[in-house]
């Protein structure tokens, strides 16, 4: 067996995560860290000379390593010496999201430097940066969904308690940070302008698209948008990413930088992007990901990008280790970009280029092999797995490039000529509305989904477990016609 760099590389980071996913998923005896952390030393000690075993001792002591930091956050996420402590002091508000009764607001205690979660009515409203005068007890998040681990969710957020029996009122403003400050404001002009041209329900939809979130649409619509596998497209997911990293390389290219200069160029979009659509963590994954995803395809080694993926899930996990259990969307987000590398190859020599229908097929090779990826963390999360979901990126993601951009020129000449802003509205509105009234209508279809109830997690591990057998096997295969070749 030859042992290449990017072959260690690669063990090593998958024994890293092994280790995060076991604490996440396991309680294990601590005394079983320094027995594994021990074997680890005594195998390097003793078969220094050969390379596998030193590349062995090396994954169990990277596993050991993310097992231990792991079991560490939980730990720590549970511990909450402030419980049970009243506060009556300033506090700045850092970030704030709506709810079904109101608003979600998550503040900072400079002194202690703990943050805490206030649920409070829609009015007054709140922003980033506002200071406050509160007066609460601390107590732990509570759990009021018996199948939702909200304490442990917000836990992975930096916060660990709730402000109970709080007093808040607002007595001064902008004390956060300038530059992010502005940038949110940026994005609530956005907003403005896109609901003044755009009516409702299509303009929370045209939001959705260009700054993510579906918190503008209706039940009704959000519904029809999770039986059709559609969610994604109002998220800050990688595919909205891409398309914004792909018009900022030809925006480059315009104004006459190089190739490799527009893609830096599109980098830096891509951060701002991710910066005005408020810093949530599924932004900031989207961005990660979709910057590598880009910078592999526009350097064709998409082939063998598979390392830079999973080194930086390794980074994320290293950085905040909760997010493998408590974070859907690092969980979503990191497994269909992986599945998107890992089957592209495949499916471009056996499918895509037989069958180039106006890029259609790259569309249905793309979304099936994210599909394959995250059905069984959808069907364990959401207890439904959509039938026609394939059916509707076909439709749609071809027009979403082309909507986003309209969306975008309502905004920009919104400030600089309104009358033309009008007119890319009533583009964008078109698209928009055939959007919506597919994704209802195919939602409306008896065996649009199908719903899951309780999958195991042994059966999810079985599952990746025959899903990367069946992935080297493909490998193979190709190394093989190569070779022959």
């Known amino acids: 067996m030859i042992v290449t760099k990017s072959r260690i590389l690669l063990s090593i980071l998958l024994g890293f995560i092994g280790g995060v996913f076991t604490a996440s998923f396991f309680v294990v005896n601590q005394n079983y860290y320094f027995l594994l952390l021990l074997f680890s030393l005594i195998l390097l000690f003793i ?13 169990v002591f990277t596993f050991v390593f993310g097992w231990w930091i792991t079991d560490m956050e939980m730990a720590a996420a549970k511990d909450l010496p402030y419980a049970g402590q009243t506060f009556a002091e300033n506090a700045v508000v850092e970030k704030v999201s709506a709810s079904s009764f109101g608003q979600n607001v998550i503040f900072r205690f400079p002194a202690e430097k703990i943050s805490m979660l206030l649920q409070v009515p829609q009015y007054p409203e709140y922003a980033y940066g506002d200071l406050l005068k509160i007066s609460c007890i601390a107590k732990a998040i509570e759990n009021k969904d018996p199948n939702f681990d909200y304490r442990m969710y ?7 308690y709730q402000c109970d029996k709080a007093k808040a009122s607002k007595i001064g403003e902008n004390q956060g940070n300038w530059f992010y400050a502005k940038i949110i404001s940026a994005r609530t002009v956005f907003e403005d302008k896109i609901n003044q041209v755009i009516p409702a329900p299509y303009g929370a939809l045209a939001i959705g698209l260009l700054l993510g979130g579906s918190s503008g649409l209706s039940k009704e619509i959000q519904n029809d948008f999770s039986r059709t596998g559609m969610t994604h497209i109002v998220a800050v997911s990688g595919y909205n990413v891409t398309i914004v990293a792909e018009y ?6 315009f104004l006459g930088l190089w190739r490799k200069q ?25 961005g990660v990901m979709s910057g590598i995803l880009l910078w592999a ?24 280790p909760l997010l493998l259990r408590y974070d859907v969307g690092f969980q979503l987000s990191f497994l269909a970009t992986l599945g998107i590398v890992l089957s592209s190859p495949f499916w471009e ?24 990826f995250v059905l069984p963390i959808i069907a ?9 979901s394939l059916l509707a990126n076909v439709f749609i993601l071809p027009i979403i490039p082309l909507s986003m951009l309209l969306v975008f020129l309502v905004c ?74």
Do not use: D
């Open 248 to 253: 900022l390389i030809l925006l480059g290219i």
């Open 297 to 320: 395809m526009k350097n064709g080694r998409l082939a063998n990008s598979e390392n830079t993926i999973i080194f930086a899930g390794a980074v994320m996990l290293f950085l905040n």
């Open 47 to 59: 078969f220094y000379k050969n390379k596998l075993a030193a590349l062995a001792a090396f994954i």
């Open 154 to 160: 917000m836990a992975k957020e930096g916060v660990l």
């Open 412 to 485: 920009i000449f919104g400030f600089v000529f309104v009358p033309l802003s009008l007119v890319f509205s009533w583009l964008a509105f078109l698209l928009l509305f055939y959007e919506i009234k597919l994704i209802h209508v195919l939602s409306q279809f008896p065996w649009a989904s199908v719903e899951i109830e309780n999958p195991s997690v042994s059966s999810i591990v079985i599952y990746y477990i025959i899903l990367t057998y069946v992935v080297i096997l493909i490998k193979k295969s190709q190394i093989s016609i190569s070779n022959v070749k």
């Open 380 to 388: 364990y999360n959401f207890h439904i797995a959509s039938l026609v």
């Open 349 to 372: 020599k056996s499918f895509v280029k037989k069958h180039q229908a106006f890029g259609i097929s790259e569309v249905i090779v793309l979304s099936l092999s994210a599909q394959i």
């Open 262 to 286: 527009a893609i830096w160029f599109a980098v830096v979009g891509i951060i701002l992007f991710v910066v005005m659509s408020g810093l949530p963590a599924s932004a900031v994954r989207a």
